[in-house]
């Protein structure tokens, strides 16, 4: 992969704890890390549940890969990381309502938990810049 090397941070209290971007773009290949329901506070939104915190999670990747000039439409591929895979259609709601007609390729699978227990979903976004 070669081309320009740009990063969005959030300012989250992880990245620099953990020495990481919310996204980064390398040419027109884009990577969004790991994204859970924190608020601008630090604090999770909406603490279990998976349809709100879902959505939240996507509106903050959209918002990461706006700064790096894509958007949803680029996204080719999430995984998506459940507390609980039973909760599955409440997260499906979500991404269907956000990605309809992109269709991105996506995974789901169960973890035996997240960061913090307030998230019970974390979500990661690749996307491809391009015609």
Request: aromatic share 8%; with cysteine.
């Amino acid at each position: 992969m070669s081309g320009e090397r740009r990063s969005v941070y959030s300012g989250t209290a992880w990245e620099p704890a953990v020495a990481y971007c919310r996204a980064k773009r390398v040419g027109d290949v884009i990577a969004v890390s790991g994204t859970v329901a924190a608020g601008e506070d630090g604090r999770a939104v909406a603490p279990g549940d998976v349809y709100a915190q879902t959505l939240f999670a996507l509106r903050k990747i959209e918002r990461a890969l706006t700064e790096l000039g894509a958007g949803l439409r680029h996204v080719v591929r999430t995984r998506t990381f459940l507390t609980d895979l039973g909760r599955f259609d409440e997260f499906a709601r979500a991404h269907r309502e956000v990605f309809a007609g992109i269709d991105p390729a996506a995974t789901a699978v169960e973890v035996s938990r997240l960061v913090s227990p307030e998230y019970v979903v974390e979500i990661e976004a690749d996307a491809i810049v391009g015609d």
